[in-house]
DNA sequence: GGCTGGCACTCTGGCCCTGAGAGTGCCAAT
DNA sequence: ATTGGCACTCTCAGGGCCAGAGTGCCAGCC
């Protein structure tokens, strides 16, 4: 598609602009050690490439900055493998060699440490339920038409929902409810959960109580994706116009849009988004770059940097790559 | 201190500097009702208040804004009593109808609440732990050396542990410990549980769970206050420096100082902290309005709006008061 | 004595202009 | 195909200028 020098035009151009975050001139281009051409060859080709939408000028007599396709095309086909520093995989080394206590805790920690590491915000998708299954259940009774239940999975997240009644529910109902739903539950994951066969009318209480349970586990299970979004500082200093970090930090505020959001890249295939290609209009200066982290070998979460389009996309990429097998080994771990 | 002339031209100087983020003038202060004097008169008079150190002049020739102790004076004897809008108390009415699946969710859309009551950003500390009394004890076995430990409190909050042992532990002896740790701990509160008499020597096994499981309770509960923080990106809109926006920013990400910070105000006597008050250096420029909330009548945790040093406070204070008041009933009755 | 109108003075902020600098596109020459 | 040269364009920083807002002070007035 664009012959070698072409290609190492662009490279130099969105490399330098990541640096400098300057429209780059023919002349630095040249400049560059591996383009041993003249400035007027490269603005022919930069002319050419600006032709085939990987440029763009800002304005006439300016130097080209890249487009989304331009990024594009430099994170596809001239990236670099990306290794991280020796601090940073220290950094990470000694972060998941520590212990952490609840995985909430521990997940809030994991989006700084995402962030530290590449100076942009960071979002963690803690596990689903569903994935993990279910290690323990109990039922504990908060007064006469309250029951609380806790619910432990394998990966040591604890999820609590509240039962209310209409009417009083007593000691031995709530002992035998509990027995059944540790039969029903401990073992699988939420979402192969069966329910047992329907009678419409629940003439004991304690079935009232099993299939209360069951209904609010299952419904709430989807809703309770918990989000762990850190460096949100970074954006202000990666971005000059105000109104637009206003913006993207209005958009990380709403927890189930960053959720889908990451889901969504994820689910096309791809580890990096670039401006709308993230769907989000506010985004549009923006990248994402994604990663899903696996416990026991199955799909658990997502985690994401945040950062403009000229961010370090190989060092992202390498980031998110490393923290997500580490987080995901480290969760495996622990169940 | 301040005769009545002078304290209606402070206010006025306040409300209209709240309003409009710019240096007010002489004039503007006379054109308002309630003070009929000329301009002269009130400059005359703002020249006293300068120098008796209640405004500043950004440089010569510019009208005044207040400094610190204007702010506080205004806050301390000018403050009208708040009440909050029809559609506020709506808002506010609404949120605690609804109800709340999961604690660390409602805290959360909590701090959103109060954010959008003010278009600041807010924060919410949760209920620390050695207030409410434990209600059950729970220990479950994950592998044949670590157990995870699942505490659950009078107000529905649910606590989790993990427990690693350098030997295998049978489940007679996880049974045992489970028992004696309810005999322990349920009923009291995490700060009152007692510590059985120590003998250098744990013989059996589960007296071993018994003291790792106290000790992990008794030390974790400190450092686990969880902490919400919402509309961060109305800080944006609030500031014009951009430097400083994202030093508040990384402060209000440093979850351990955010809690001092408000449990300092708040040891202080005070509701409001204004600039320096707040004990942080790069909160010169802002305000913190913080109020208590309790649980079954004892203090359990604090909220708090932290904004521009000009920022309404009589509607935050009011705000404050009752998304606290409010928030400890909900929380009451839950437990 | 306290208040007021008048007046000279000061400082900022917006505006325009200008020149330097950076970069481009094109063309003729190699 | 590449290159050096050249005329052209556009931005950006700096400087001068003016209007506007506000002050401080003083002399007069009630």
Chains 1, 2 share one sequence.
Do not use: W
């Not at 130099?12 to 007027?40: C, F, L, M, N, R």
């Not at 709308?276 to 416990?295: F, H, K, N």
Request: proline residues 3%.
């Amino acid at each position: 598609m664009l012959d070698e020098r072409k290609a190492k035009i662009l490279q130099a151009v969105v490399t330098e602009y990541i640096e400098t975050a300057q429209p780059v001139g023919s002349g630095h281009v040249a400049a560059k050690a591996d383009v041993k051409v003249s400035p007027a060859t490269v603005r022919n080709d930069m002319a050419a490439l600006e032709a085939e939408g990987f440029l763009a000028q800002p304005h006439t007599s300016a130097g080209r900055i890249p487009t989304e396709k331009g990024y594009r095309f430099f994170v596809d086909q001239l990236g670099g493998p990306g290794r991280l520093g020796a601090s940073e995989t220290q950094q990470v080394r000694a972060f998941f060699a520590q212990t952490h206590k609840q995985i909430d805790q521990m997940l809030a920690d994991t989006s700084r440490l995402l962030s530290s590491l590449t100076h942009n915000a960071a979002v963690v998708v803690g596990p689903q339920p569903e994935v993990t299954t279910v290690r323990s259940v109990q039922l504990v009774s908060l007064n006469a038409r309250n029951i609380l239940l806790v619910v432990v999975f394998s990966n040591g997240a604890v999820e609590k929902y509240s039962l209310e009644f209409s009417e009083d529910v007593d000691e031995l109902s709530v002992n035998a409810a509990g027995v059944q739903l540790s039969t029903l539950m401990v073992g699988t994951s939420l979402a192969k959960i069966s329910t047992p066969s329907e009678q419409n009318e629940q003439t004991s209480i304690s079935e009232k109580i099993v299939s209360l349970a069951l209904e609010k586990v299952k419904g709430e299970s989807h809703q309770s994706e918990h989000v762990f979004i850190g460096g949100t500082s970074q954006m202000v200093s990666n971005f000059d116009a105000v109104r637009k970090v206003s913006e993207i930090l209005h958009i990380l505020e709403e927890q189930l849009v960053v959720v889908s959001l990451l889901e969504d890249v994820l689910s096309r295939g791809l580890s990096v988004a670039i401006g709308r290609e993230t769907g989000s209009e506010a985004l549009a200066d923006c990248a994402l770059v994604v990663a899903p982290y696996e416990i026991d070998g199955e799909f658990a979460g997502t985690i994401g940097v945040l950062g403009p389009t000229r961010m370090h996309y190989d060092q992202a990429l390498s980031a998110v790559a490393v923290v997500a097998n580490r987080l995901g080994r480290t969760l495996s771990e622990n169940g």
